[in-house]
């Protein structure tokens, strides 16, 4: 089985526009798709690639110009420093959750398998989501379903959770797909709805919307002046928190303008228009279907 199937692949290194000796930074080096199409373009430049998953470390390529980083890409800056590289000319996240996890059963990221609830990228992380949904107050299940997930009937789920943990112990999946298909409303889909609460517990698990916001952050001070930043979302949460990142260099609306009223923003937007898999790509991958790629350049 494949490891991960890279989404936008040409598009997202089109997107890096590469320099054979610049210095690039894959924070989601995954299966190593991303990477060793990079690879190909370099001469004598290097590329830093992040993962905080020791199976992902397998597929590191043996390459001199390669740094393999097993860690998560919030300590980017420290790494890139470590490296003895002041600056990148590059970024390139891909946010969605590799075929590895979702295929592996006992990684706990799939309703498809009747596996304790984990969800952890870092299999050394203490943070569980069969220990969130157990422990987690009444106040912070709300937030999180609603706030992660989008679920709009996520006071009704919540309770649910809090009864049904007060007799026994919410530890498998399917345990969790009990209770969940007590709570779907008529109008979602099953698949949907489960889809909706296994994202918000894997972003809660693993503190993701905290991470990307640190990495975009990072970004500012890391890039080059024309170094691009390539990001792949898959959810609206992320793509609404990378598009405003990008277009104001913060993570609201709001454009900062000089005293002639021309935009302060410390990006120039690469695609205004947001990037999305062909049919034909979707008809190989249908895993890409949700995939949105935005570029943009430091100024």
């Known amino acids: 089985m494949e490891y991960h199937i890279p989404a936008l692949l040409s598009e997202t290194i089109d997107g890096l526009n590469i320099k054979s000796s610049g210095v690039y930074v894959d924070v989601t ?16 430049g290097y590329l830093l690639g992040f993962d905080q998953d020791e199976d992902a470390e397998k597929n590191a ?9 097993r860690n998560n890409y919030r300590f980017i800056k420290n790494y890139v420093r470590y490296c003895n590289f002041d600056k990148v000319d590059g970024i390139l996240a891909d946010l969605g959750v590799s075929f590895h996890h979702f295929d592996t059963a006992d990684r706990g990221f799939s309703f498809r398998f009747n596996e304790k609830l984990d969800m952890r990228m870092d299999k050394d992380a203490e943070l569980t989501a069969q220990e969130i949904v157990n422990s987690y107050t009444r106040e912070k299940l709300i937030d999180l379903f609603y706030q992660y997930g989008e679920i709009n009937n996520a006071k009704y789920l919540t309770e649910k959770i809090i009864y049904t943990r007060t007799s026994s112990k919410i530890v498998t999946c399917d345990d969790l797909r009990t209770v ?16 909706q609460i296994f994202q918000a517990l894997r972003i809660e698990v693993n503190d993701e919307i905290r991470v990307l916001k640190e990495l975009l952050r990072n970004s500012l001070d890391l890039l080059n002046p024309g170094g691009r930043l390539v990001i792949i979302t898959y959810h609206s949460l992320e793509d609404r928190l990378v598009k405003q990142f990008m277009k104001t260099g913060d993570f609201t609306n709001e454009i900062e303008k000089d005293f ?5 923003s410390p990006f120039k937007l690469i695609n205004k228009k947001v990037i999305v898999p062909s049919e034909e790509e979707i008809a190989i991958n249908p895993r890409s279907r949700s995939a949105k790629l935005r570029i943009a350049e430091k100024i």
Not at 31 to 40: E, I, Q, R, V, Y
Not at 61 to 69: A, H, L, M, S
């Open 61 to 69: 390529p043996d390459d001199e110009r390669f740094i393999f980083v």
């Open 180 to 195: 969940a298909m007590a709570c779907l409303p008529n109008n979602v889909q099953e698949k949907k709805y489960l889809a």
């Open 29 to 44: 080096f995954g299966g190593g798709g991303h990477s060793n199409a990079t690879l190909k373009k370099l001469k004598k």
């Open 260 to 264: 002639f009223g021309n935009s302060k």
